[in-house]
């Protein structure tokens, strides 16, 4: 019997008045095309790391920007088209400052755009997967949890 495990990873949705900050990246999924997608910052979490401390390296890592959370909008389950199973830790961010131009081998910019922008990257099919588009809607519509939610007893 195979084990079951899934790739544990955390995203940030960044705001700053109407605009959201997304990473354009390489496709993972068709590395034959040059076509690039749209991506929320994130990544996995790496061993030994807290959530919050993923977050910020995640983001920081590949957009160059500095944030400070404003709550955990939620855990989102996903199955990748390759059937990885992703649960992503989704916070919400305002920016603080922009403190790098290198970004993470793979992204090719960082920009903000507006939820009008989002949604034709969503009807032409430039977003890396459905959750980009859904947390932006969420942190639209619901209210963030407070981080207290999360209680890591390894990272006190």
């Known amino acids: 019997m195979s084990r079951f495990l899934p790739h544990v990873t955390v995203a940030a949705v960044v705001i700053d008045r109407d605009r959201f900050l997304l990473v354009e990246e390489r496709d993972r999924m068709n590395t034959a095309s040059s076509i690039t997608v749209f991506n929320q910052p994130a990544g996995h979490l790496e061993?030994?790391?807290?959530?919050?401390?993923?977050?910020?390296?995640?983001?920081?890592?590949?957009?160059?920007?500095?944030?400070?959370?404003?709550?955990?909008?939620?855990?989102?389950?996903?199955?990748?088209?390759?059937?990885?199973?992703?649960?992503?830790?989704?916070?919400?961010?305002?920016?603080?400052?922009?403190?790098?131009?290198?970004?993470?081998?793979?992204?090719?910019?960082?920009?903000?755009?507006?939820l009008a922008q989002v949604e034709r990257l969503e009807r032409t099919h430039r977003l890396r997967s459905p959750l980009v588009a859904r947390r932006i809607r969420d942190a639209l519509e619901e209210r963030p949890y407070p981080l207290t939610l999360i209680r890591d007893l390894n990272h006190p």
């Not at 890592?61 to 404003?70: D, K």
């Not at 199973?85 to 903000?112: C, E, K, M």
């Open 47 to 114: 061993a030994d790391e807290s959530l919050i401390d993923a977050v910020h390296r995640e983001t920081l890592e590949e957009s160059g920007w500095e944030i400070a959370l404003e709550g955990y909008l939620g855990l989102y389950i996903n199955t990748a088209p390759n059937d990885v199973v992703y649960h992503s830790h989704t916070f919400l961010a305002r920016p603080i400052r922009q403190v790098s131009q290198t970004l993470d081998d793979g992204i090719t910019g960082a920009n903000w755009y507006s």
